[in-house]
């Protein structure tokens, strides 16, 4: 081989390597290039050249190229799509919770409008059994004031949006007040009552939730403690007549009550100062008032602690 062919040979060689180098270039831009039809100029390679080396030295104040990094951004974007679809399902559970609190909202006042309607009702015909001749009511009224907000939680802006509205039930602020007004005397709130009329008001309260809302028992600890005979004996009425639907569990010192129980339990302290329960089944027989053997009470020795009663 000559040494015109090596030569030949070598600058097919370099030439196939730029070839390369400028598909390589190409597809980088993403661009057509060709080859140069003429050589460069002088200057113009002169420019290259400085341009080359002002990259170069750029490159190099980047510092050393992260192999890794094409797949640590890849793995940030996925974390990104999934923290997106994450708010996006928070935000449907936000929602979701909203109208589940406005539709309990609803509910809340319903029931609450219908056993208020119910317990009015019946505490007027509490208050005509235990009051002859008076009459009460329960009304309803504005407390007045929204809530203060917790230490360190902002209070919520009132921008008149409907969806407010909504979520803030229209009685959130109301209360419930109870006016008497016993034969021949005026109007009076509960304040203003006596003991035994409070007393009385309490037991009209109690059994008109009764009526609205029934229970399977009660427990009376010494309800009947301020009132005299009279009233004691329309309070026993009232228990005749619910104890067929719910049981009583009454404690009490008064023997009118005692005489009224279906079963009595009393505490009992000996002379050696140990104390023992003591109970007795009355039989319809021996009920001195005549009530029908469902009321209970639980008696008590002579000084000793109140007793509790039991009614079937």
């Known amino acids: 081989m000559t040494v015109a062919e090596v030569e030949a040979t070598q600058l097919r060689g370099q030439r196939d390597e730029s070839t390369a180098e400028l598909h390589g270039l190409a597809a980088g831009l993403g661009e057509e290039l060709g080859a140069a039809t003429e050589a460069l100029r002088e200057e113009d390679r002169d420019g290259i050249e400085a341009k080359l080396a002002r990259l170069e030295r750029s490159r190099e104040q980047i510092g050393p190229v992260n192999p890794l990094a094409e797949r640590e951004y890849a793995e ?10 994450q708010r996006k399902d928070l935000e449907s559970a936000i929602t979701e919770l909203r109208e589940l609190i406005r539709r ?4 809340i006042t319903a029931a609450f409008e219908e056993t208020f309607e119910a317990a009015a009702r019946g505490f007027e015909e509490m208050v005509a059994e235990l009051f002859p001749g008076g009459k009460g009511r329960l009304r309803r009224v504005d407390v007045g004031g929204a809530p203060r907000p917790f230490a360190g939680q902002a209070p919520e802006p009132d921008d008149g949006s409907e969806g407010d ?5 229209p009685d959130k602020d109301g ?11 005026s109007t009076r709130r509960l304040s203003l009552l006596s003991g035994g009329e409070k007393s009385l008001v309490a037991l009209a309260f109690v059994f008109a939730v009764l009526m609205a809302r029934p229970c399977p028992f009660y427990i009376l600890d010494e309800v009947e ?6 009233n004691i004996d329309r309070f026993l009425r009232l228990v005749r007549r619910f104890a067929e639907r719910s049981q009583f569990i009454v404690v009490t010192h008064q023997k009118r009550t005692m005489d009224a129980a279906d079963i009595l339990y009393g505490v009992s302290m000996g002379g050696d100062g140990v104390t023992k329960v003591v109970s007795r ?7 001195g008032t005549g009530l029908e053997p469902t009321a209970g009470s639980v008696a008590d020795g002579d000084g000793g602690p109140p007793a509790a009663a039991e009614a079937a």
Request: hydrophobic share 35%; proline share 7%; net charge negative.
């Open 281 to 287: 089944k009355l039989p319809r027989d021996e009920l």
């Open 104 to 107: 309990t909202d609803r509910e």
């Open 165 to 169: 509205d909504e979520l803030t039930p």
């Open 175 to 185: 209360g419930v007040e109870i006016e008497v007004t016993p034969a021949g005397k």
């Open 76 to 85: 940030a974007r996925e974390h990104v799509t999934e923290l997106a679809e």
């Open 225 to 230: 403690a301020a009132l005299d005979d009279i």
